[in-house]
């Protein structure tokens, strides 16, 4: 734990998908390439939590492969694997659950409206909502769950909206759907589009 695995791979795809792109493969190499970068912040905020040990730490274990064709990136497929579903119900004190769940406390008035997490938590329309009204993000035998210093999971939710209606306009376009209805928010973008 700690060891910079999530981070090292961020800067290796980052890396990959900074090539230039063959003039005959561009729209397909540009889109595989937004995908692969938007799926970092996606399947950390999902997928990671903070631990004792480690702020940022992967709660599962991924394999991704990068496919090549004539000497550039073409394709690739993320494998997820061994998620620590019960950190969703339970971790100790001083740790967090899954990032995904603080971001959503932390999303803009209107999203959580929509979630009914305002009233969940008790909070006035134009605040965060309260970590202390969800018993999720309470550790074991604790109350109230934390923020984490020098992070901002408002932004953090911003960054995982940003890429999930990325991924959203990318699977779309592979499917060959009509533009339109581009959807305002990850919320919106889950309900345009479920995968064939």
Do not use: W
């Not at 791979?9 to 937004?34: I, M, S």
């Not at 971790?91 to 409206?113: D, K």
């Amino acid at each position: 734990s700690g060891a910079g695995k999530t981070e090292t791979c961020k800067h290796l795809t980052r890396y990959l998908t900074a090539a230039p792109l063959d003039e005959g493969t561009a729209a397909v190499g540009a889109a595989v390439k937004r995908a692969l970068v938007a799926s970092s912040p996606i399947l950390e905020a999902f997928g990671n939590a903070c631990t004792l040990r480690n702020d940022n730490s992967s709660r599962f274990g991924k394999l991704l492969k990068l496919h090549f064709g004539g000497g550039e990136l073409c394709g690739g497929k993320v494998e997820v694997y061994l998620l620590e579903k019960c950190r969703l119900a339970r971790h100790a004190a001083g740790e967090r659950s899954f990032h995904s769940l603080y971001q959503l406390c932390a999303a803009p008035a209107a999203v959580r409206r929509k979630l009914l997490l305002g009233r969940a938590a008790g909070g006035e329309e134009d605040e965060a909502a309260s970590l202390d009204g969800f018993a999720y993000l309470r550790p074991e035998g604790g109350e109230g769950g934390r923020r984490l210093a020098g992070v901002d999971d408002a932004l953090s939710f911003a960054e995982t909206d940003a890429a999930m209606r990325e991924m959203y306009r990318v699977a779309r376009n592979a499917t060959g759907a009509a533009a339109g209805n581009e959807p305002a928010s990850v919320l919106d973008a889950a309900a345009l589009y479920s995968p064939p």
